[in-house]
């Protein structure tokens, strides 16, 4: 029987109660499947300042590159932010990304044909189907540039650097045109090209790549303010988004809204390697940790992208995939809650995936 060792980063908020949903569900899957896993925790964000006075300490990256994969809930929350932003609980989540050299982020922006009702796009809109990859770029651009405070005409400023490298933008677009090859052929490079000079390596070094060695897959461009329009206007026109750091982590909330709530997109940070990272897209929710609200499906949808990404196991990622949509016909939790059905609370909702597994 193959057994994986598994990092758990549940960090804070709502992380470790979804994360302990998608654990339940994981175990559930390998019983049924027939592998096993060997968990581990380790500390990450505003808990891992509290115990252990930094971010992300060595101990976790050691941790995270002996496993199989990682686990990940959030972190953040108000209790950090005032903390100077090396040190801030976020810190710790983009030095993990760096130190495991994750630098492409898929977040696929599906829905669920039971979640219908719950988009705020309407019915003509979302169409017989809505499948979108957003691939984004996640080592590199202006959350990991030059960034600093300085005076400017005697008054105070700050500043932050977007830079990409040919080599940084050639091996995403290669994770994206090899994605786009795998399903509808269609890719769409996200940028502002029209104003920033790193977007203008970014969509010349794409097309190139696009050129040489994949010419059987259609590319186009779009300008990141025209996408954000278009993904409300007609989110059925894109396939594969590929996009730098900060313009994919925006895109890739307003897509996860179309799907009906932010509470349902996974997502898998991946590097050269086999081992990934995976998470759900949103972050800790202050707002409602502790309260039972949070939906844990983007968590265990994420637990799922792991048995497929990672480990090997496509039939057990499908049949969890299987078992949310199953439950989505029977029970919500608040933010996607539907006249007619019972409204559950985030164990509750492990539980019930757990049961259609
Ligand atoms: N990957 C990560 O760890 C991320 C961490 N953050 C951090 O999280 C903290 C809160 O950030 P926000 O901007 O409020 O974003 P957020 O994604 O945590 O929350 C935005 C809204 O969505 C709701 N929400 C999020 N996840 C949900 C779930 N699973 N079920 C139901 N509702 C859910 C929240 O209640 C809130 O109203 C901050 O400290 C931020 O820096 C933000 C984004 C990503
Ligand atoms: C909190 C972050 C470092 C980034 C973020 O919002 C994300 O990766 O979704
Ligand atoms: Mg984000």
């Known amino acids: 029987m193959n057994t994986y060792k598994i990092v758990l980063l549940k960090g804070d908020g709502i992380g470790p109660e979804i994360v302990d949903q998608a654990v339940k ?6 019983e049924k499947f027939g592998f096993a896993i060997q968990y581990e925790e380790a500390l990450l964000g505003g808990s891992a300042i ?51 050299g994750l630098f492409a982020n898929l977040r696929p922006a599906v829905i669920f044909d039971e979640l219908r009702d719950a988009s705020p796009l309407k019915a003509e809109i ?36 977007e830079m990409y490298t040919v080599p940084e933008i050639e091996r995403i677009a290669r994770v994206a045109f090899d994605m786009a090859r795998k399903r509808g052929k269609k890719l769409c490079s996200v ?43 007609n989110p059925q026109q894109f396939d594969v988004i590929v996009t730098s750091n900060i313009f994919g982590d925006i895109l890739s909330d307003e897509a996860s809204m179309i799907s009906g709530s932010i509470g349902m997109l996974a997502s898998a940070s991946l590097g050269s390697g086999k081992a990934g990272l995976y998470e759900p897209i949103h972050g800790s929710a202050p707002d409602i940790a502790g309260t039972g609200k949070a ?15 990672s480990l090997d196991q496509p039939e057990a990622a499908q049949a969890i995939e299987d078992a949310v949509s199953a439950a989505l016909k029977q029970a919500r939790t608040p933010d996607i809650a539907a006249e007619g059905l019972r409204t559950v609370n985030c164990t509750e909702m492990g539980d019930l995936v757990c049961s259609l597994l």
Do not use: H
């Open 295 to 309: 939906n844990p499906l983007a968590t265990i949808l994420s637990a799922g992208m792991m048995l497929k990404y």
């Open 126 to 161: 979302i169409g017989g189907k809505l499948d979108v990859m957003v691939v984004r770029e996640l080592t590199g651009g202006i959350y990991f540039g030059e960034r600093g405070r300085k005076e400017v005409n005697g008054v105070p400023a700050a500043y932050d650097t």
């Open 25 to 30: 569900v994981l175990n559930k899957a390998g």
């Open 191 to 233: 940028d502002k090209a029209n104003v920033l000079e790193s977007s203008r390596l970014w969509r010349a070094t794409v097309a190139r790549i696009g050129a040489e060695e994949y010419p059987d897959v259609e590319l186009s461009n779009m300008y990141v303010d025209n996408c954000a329009m278009q993904l409300v206007r």
């Open 50 to 100: 509290d115990a252990a006075g930094t971010p992300l300490p060595q101990e976790t990256i050691d941790k995270c590159k002996a496993a199989d994969s990682t686990l990940l809930g959030a972190v953040g929350g108000p209790k950090w932010d005032t903390l100077p932003g090396d040190q801030r609980p976020e810190k710790g989540l983009l030095g993990i990304r760096g130190a495991l």
